[in-house]
T-cell receptor, first 113, second 112 residues
Framework: GNSVTQMEGPVTLSEEAFLTINCTYT??????LFWYVQYPGEGLQLLLK?????DKGSNKGFEATYRKETTSFHLEKGSVQVSDSAVYFC????????????FGSGTQLTVLP | DAGVIQSPRHEVTEMGQEVTLRCKPI?????LFWYRQTMMRGLELLIY????????DSGMPEDRFSAKMPNASFSTLKIQPSEPRDSAVYFC??????????FGQGTRLTVV
């Protein structure tokens, strides 16, 4: 079946540090890949997505590239801010007619001033 | 649009009681999803609907859980009887054919 494996947290960084959160997936065909962010007490919000190999999703300074050869979709940001503190989820949606998302376990990020 | 609206935001109930969680999807979205979030198991899909019809309920943990979508603007998730292990945050999400999923703020359920 489909699965997503995410880098274990929690991750604590100083402001302006470089961020990488690793994500790898297992799926047949060509899934779509997503990063969602969850701020305390809130629901999940889409951060970025990529729908085919070599696509790069980007938003709010975050980037992730869909790597078919390594089945990865690592999240990066060059300079994190305190306001980026949240839980980050990597997810996939299988190709074909399926619409549901399969999520990774989530990575808690804390950015210190 | 106000987004996906869930109610209540918090629910505390005693073991054995019936619990009903409610969701109003974004207007025009024809897919609706119920997810459960726990520390131990992360985010799990319970069930999803397309055009008010249940498509995949394989994630529903047991017969105590049931979900309905009587019309395009309303869905319920019911637990009867509730147990302490049902304590979790329950999320509803909706999407259209070519959009990503939009999530509600969740209902935090505590069963004591």
């Amino acid at each position: 079946g489909n699965s997503v494996t995410q880098m274990e947290g929690p991750v604590t960084l100083s402001e302006e540090a470089f961020l990488t959160i690793n994500c790898t997936y297992t799926a047949t065909g060509y899934p779509s890949l997503f990063w969602y962010v969850q701020y305390p007490g809130e629901g999940l919000q889409l951060l970025l997505k990529a729908t085919k190999a070599d696509d790069k999703g980007s938003n709010k300074g975050f980037e992730a590239t869909y790597r078919k050869e390594t089945t990865s979709f690592h999240l990066e940001k060059g300079s994190v801010q305190v306001s980026d503190s949240a839980v980050y989820f990597c997810a996939l949606r299988a190709s074909g007619s399926a619409r549901q998302l399969t999520f990774g376990s989530g990575t808690q990020l804390t950015v210190l001033p | 649009d106000a987004g996906v609206i869930q109610s209540p935001r918090h629910e505390v109930t005693e073991m054995g009681q019936e619990v009903t969680l409610r969701c109003k999807p974004i207007s025009g979205h024809d897919y609706l999803f119920w997810y459960r979030q726990t520390m131990m198991r992360g985010l799990e899909l319970l069930i999803y609907f397309n055009n008010n019809v249940p498509i995949d309920d394989s994630g529903m943990p047991e017969d105590r859980f049931s979900a309905k979508m009587p019309n395009a603007s309303f869905s319920t998730l019911k637990i009867q009887p509730s147990e302490p292990r049902d304590s979790a945050v329950y999320f509803c999400a909706s999407s259209a054919r070519y959009t990503e999923a939009f999530f509600g703020q969740g209902t935090r359920l505590t069963v004591v």
